[in-house]
């Protein structure tokens, strides 16, 4: 299992604006995940996007996977202040069967003001 | 609602004493995952249980412990608890292995 690391630790933007965030991993995957979590509740699973994918979408949000470079992005659209939480990517690699899991990084903590 | 369930919401005790925290999965799920969640570490993969059986250990400490019960909700148990055991602790469930998972709302310990 190897864990994702998001970039900026943090992004403060106006309603209605663009929000990217970045995730970086070390090795193969089968599929890279992100998940949000608001203040002190459980995550929620925002996209999965497998390692022949390059780009899905899903509502307001797009997201990129780039395995040459290691690398994946999530951009939320004309953002709401109910987007504001933290977003963890999770870059996965199934080794066969049911084992393996997911190592969650800090995340980005995303804020958007009204 | 992610279909999986916690209990308690809430839980506070002293050093040295031992809790029981339960999570129900999803219908149809048969994985469990624990994590815990502090202020420091982050979002740390305590136990993975798929169908009854251990498949994965994280970071987790002797005095803790877990099991999956055959119908499937899972029990994590915390001995001996010392003041940083304070924390979130979440259960999540997946129908196979790790690819989505669904987490529980949660049950946050104090240690005092």
């Not at chain 1, 999530?74 to 899991?101: E, K, V």
């Not at chain 2, 999965?25 to 502090?38: K, M």
């Not at chain 2, 608890?81 to 999540?92: I, P, R």
Request: with cysteine; hydrophobic share 30%.
């Amino acid at each position: 299992s190897q864990q994702g690391e998001e970039d900026p630790q943090a992004l403060s933007i106006q309603e209605g604006e663009n929000a990217t965030m970045n995730c970086s991993y070390k090795t193969s995957i089968n599929n890279l995940q992100w998940y949000r979590q608001n203040s002190g509740r459980g995550l929620v699973h925002l996209i999965l996007i497998r390692s022949n994918e390059r780009e899905k979408h899903s509502g307001r949000l797009r997201v990129t996977l780039d395995t040459s470079k290691k690398s994946s992005s999530l951009l939320i659209t004309a953002s709401r202040a109910a987007d504001t939480a933290s977003y963890f990517c999770a870059p996965y690699m199934n080794y066969g069967g049911s084992q393996g899991n997911l190592i969650f990084g800090k995340g980005t903590k995303l804020s958007v003001k009204p | 609602d992610s279909g999986v369930t916690q209990t308690p919401k809430h839980l506070i005790t002293a050093t040295g004493q031992r809790v029981t925290l339960r999570c129900s999965p999803r219908s149809g799920d048969l994985s469990v995952y624990w994590y815990q969640q502090s202020l420091d570490q982050g979002l740390q993969f305590l136990i993975q249980y798929y169908n009854g059986e251990e498949r994965a250990k994280g970071n987790i400490l002797e005095r803790f412990s877990a099991q999956q019960f055959p119908d499937l909700h899972s029990e994590l148990n915390l001995s001996s608890l010392e003041l940083g055991d304070s924390a979130l602790y979440f259960c999540a469930s997946s129908v196979f292995g790790p690819e989505e998972q669904f987490f529980g709302p949660g049950t946050r310990l104090t240690v005092l």
